[in-house]
């Protein structure tokens, strides 16, 4: 019996877990050690498979700019049209030891066990140590995090960031430390040029510094020192970075030039994703939406200058039609809350196939989504902290909503999505052992509603065409052609949203192998409206030539072009078709493919 004048204790105490609590550094260094094992198993098993030494495309566009920063040989007269800092430490890791990727996995391992150590904290500040414990394990097993810390993306980099933003936050916000706020600002500044979503939280942990400066009741000059502070630290950061923008290109932004395109390619009705006028490589895709932005309003712009264009195509498209765009984010936003971990370069579970580690049932997003969504929504006002917490969960989730809701994007908010989900775990437990049956009843009524709306049925969720293609990619440039056209064929079939890329890659096999039939039956099944459209037209120029159809050649590629006009190699075919037949045209062409260069050489990239 509870002592006369002493209340009940509640779920956020500790009595039950008296020996986590007791032994919790033993326990803590344990976790931590089952993290490592784990991604290093997971990195042993990856090695062993044809993903290892194969880099996809983000990985090599940073690979390839990290390198040349390493040599010194890295030159740009644009803004920097990707998140610069991954590249920057990729250089000095490159610098200190040697341009290979195994070093970057191995960082990103670390940032991954750290990753866990700093939910931990989360969760001890949030609640308890045992809550903490119990918080890191689970971050320990989540297999996306032990995922992306073994492949070289920036993703475990950003959620490393994240987490540190979070932590400092709440302690920030249980004790002023200046040293604390200061690191707050650097790890926010650092987290923005990683993963620029993270731009909007800057005003919001600002507001939230000082409403909690308000709610402890500071002087006036303790409140200025600490907001001064966190601005401190947000310029030591960011000031190089937008000083080199300025320098270089006019321009001192805060956020790449890919900012405008990807809200274009998220939020535009005409076109869907990708865009029949620009690559999906991401070396030459923002140089596409800033040729096709200055073909548009019929100057050269520079890269800023076409993503805001972008930006403002988004806005006059919702104000035109603000019922398709609402209804486009709902679908989003469902998008957002779903089970299925959608990705843009790696899919899990297909991986799971050739990388045998993963075939380990793990922690799945659809469980610790609902536990922890419910803790979150009845209990975001119980303290500043969780309170603090939440409000950065919703407003980096709205800029999902915005951009893209893919695993990558949204796996930062799962360091704070797993304390909340043992929280909440922890309030059911308390509930139900001390009979609060109408508590119990909310709890269980929102929990079943977040399980439902995570299992609401989303158009394409379990597409693998992507996939399919990846992996034909990499076994044709291992030499196994037929088990690559296995797969290509496969995702041909299904016809989804990337099957027209494996009709691409069909097409120049069976064409390479002299059978045109199939090569040409291929082609058919990409359409005119297909963002392949141009591609489809550079091949079918190409075979014109082989067959001596120069007319009809100049035809397909002068077709191409109308699709993407910042198609180099596709020009320079068509001048040498042209200076066949028509100079003075050819001539045309080349003055038009000088001015396409000049926005590759924005880019630091040389012409082709």
């Not at 976790?31 to 090599?60: N, Q």
């Not at 400066?213 to 001064?228: I, R, W």
Request: hydrophobic share 50%; with cysteine; net charge positive.
């Amino acid at each position: 019996m509870a002592k006369k004048g002493r209340s009940k204790p509640g779920p956020e105490e500790k009595p039950t877990f008296f020996f986590l609590d007791r032994y919790f550094h033993v326990i803590l260094i344990g976790i931590l050690l089952l993290a490592l094992i784990l991604r290093v198993l997971a990195l042993l098993s990856l090695k062993g498979s044809i993903y290892f030494d194969f880099l996809l495309w983000d990985e090599r566009l940073y690979h390839a700019w990290a390198v040349n920063l390493a040599r010194g040989t890295f030159e740009s007269s644009s803004v920097y049209e990707m998140a610069p800092l991954p590249a920057y430490f990729m250089a000095l890791i490159y610098k200190l030891f040697s341009p290979d990727v195994v070093y970057i996995r191995i960082v990103n391992i670390a940032f991954g066990v750290f990753t866990c150590y700093l939910v931990f904290l989360i969760g001890k500040e949030l609640a308890n140590k045992p809550i903490g414990l119990f918080a890191c394990l689970v971050a320990a097993i989540y297999e996306p995090f032990i995922f992306y810390s073994i492949v070289p993306l920036k993703t475990s980099f950003s959620v490393f960031l994240f987490a540190l933003v979070c932590y400092l936050l709440v302690a920030v916000m249980r004790r002023f430390s200046i040293i604390k706020t200061l690191f707050l600002g650097i790890a926010i500044a650092l987290a923005n040029n990683v993963r620029p979503n993270c731009l909007v939280l800057i005003p919001i942990i600002f507001l939230l510094l000082a409403w909690n400066a308000y709610k402890e009741k500071f002087s006036l000059k303790v409140l200025a020192a600490t907001l001064v502070i966190y601005i401190a630290g947000l310029l030591i950061v960011q000031s190089p970075f937008m000083i080199r923008n300025y320098m270089v290109a006019g321009e001192t932004s805060a956020t790449p030039s890919q900012s405008g395109f990807n809200l274009f390619i998220c939020n535009n009705f005409q076109y869907g994703y990708p865009v029949p006028f620009a690559s999906t490589a991401p070396a030459e895709m923002g140089i596409h939406f800033t040729i096709e932005a200055s073909r548009r309003v019929g100057e050269k712009l520079s890269s800023g200058e076409a993503s805001r264009y972008w930006t403002n195509e988004v806005i006059r498209t919702a104000l035109e039609q603000p019922a398709a765009f609402t209804w486009q984010k709902v679908k989003k936003l469902v998008g957002f809350f779903h089970w299925f971990e959608n990705s843009d370069h790696y899919n899990i579970g297909f991986m799971s196939d050739y990388v045998m580690f993963f075939k380990v049932p793990f922690f799945g997003f659809w469980l610790i989504l609902p536990f922890g969504m419910t803790a979150m929504v009845l209990n975001m006002t119980r303290s500043r902290k969780e309170f603090a917490l939440s409000a950065v969960f919703i407003i980096y989730a709205l800029t999902l909503v915005a951009f893209f809701t893919n695993i990558r994007v949204r796996l930062p908010l799962l360091v704070i999505l797993i304390p909340f989900a043992v929280i909440g775990v922890n309030y059911l437990r308390y509930y139900i052992n001390n009979r609060e049956s109408k508590k119990a009843i909310i709890y269980f009524v929102v929990l079943a509603g977040f399980f439902i709306i995570e299992f609401i049925p989303v158009k394409d969720s379990k597409d693998m065409t992507a996939f399919l293609n990846t992996h034909a990619i990499i076994l044709n440039s291992k030499g196994l052609e037929d088990e690559a056209i296995e797969y290509w064929e496969k995702s041909s079939s299904l016809e989804k949203h990337y099957s027209d890329f494996a009709n691409l890659s069909l097409v120049g096999v069976y064409y390479s192998k002299g059978d045109k039939q199939k090569a040409f039956s291929y082609l058919d099944k990409i359409h005119d409206d297909s963002y392949a459209a141009s591609n489809k037209y550079d091949m079918i120029g190409d075979m014109m030539v082989n067959q001596g159809q120069l007319e009809n050649a100049i035809s397909a590629y002068e077709k191409a072009l109308e699709f993407n006009s910042g198609l180099r190699r596709t020009r320079t075919k068509l001048i040498k078709v042209l200076w066949r037949i028509d100079k003075q045209k050819a001539l045309e062409e080349n003055d038009k493919l000088e001015y396409i260069n000049s926005f590759y050489n924005l880019y630091g990239q040389t012409k082709k």
